[in-house]
């Protein structure tokens, strides 16, 4: 079994920043893709940024694009997500998700692996 643990939420201003980490530990299969999904309050759970294991494939949602940045530690599994320009409508859990598919994929059904979430909240 995989674990994913994220870290790095809390509360920020709107026009700040924020990182958030996702270490992998278990029993982690070989060249994952990993990437970030996030649930505002009433909403679907939304895909947010992905990468695969060699970074040659990185997707970013089109909320998202040019203000968050996606990379990854393959030595700790570990991945990262820099958030800049946060907005009030950024306020969401963040998820961590990882994948056996070697491409990024943004449909919640094809990752096979979820931490247990980390709260953003973006103040106005």
């Known amino acids: 079994q995989v674990q994913l643990v994220e870290s790095g939420g809390g509360l920020v201003q709107a026009g700040g920043s924020l990182s958030l980490s996702c270490a992998a530990s278990?029993?982690?299969?070989?060249?994952?893709?990993m990437g970030w999904f996030r649930q505002a309050p009433g909403k679907e759970r939304e895909f947010v940024a992905g990468?695969?294991?060699?970074?040659?494939?990185?997707l970013y949602a089109d909320s998202v694009k040019g203000r968050f940045t996606i990379s990854r530690d393959n030595a700790k599994v570990t991945v990262y997500l820099q958030m800049n320009a946060l907005k009030p409508e950024d306020t969401a859990v963040y998820y961590c998700?990882?994948?056996?598919?070697?491409?990024?994929?943004?449909?919640?059904?094809?990752?096979?692996?979820w931490g247990q979430g980390t709260q953003v909240t973006v103040s106005s």
């Open positions: 998700a990882s994948s056996y598919t070697p491409v990024v994929l943004t449909s919640r059904a094809t990752w096979n692996y």
């Open positions: 278990g029993r982690t299969f070989s060249n994952p893709t």
């Open positions: 990468l695969t294991w060699r970074g040659s494939s990185i």
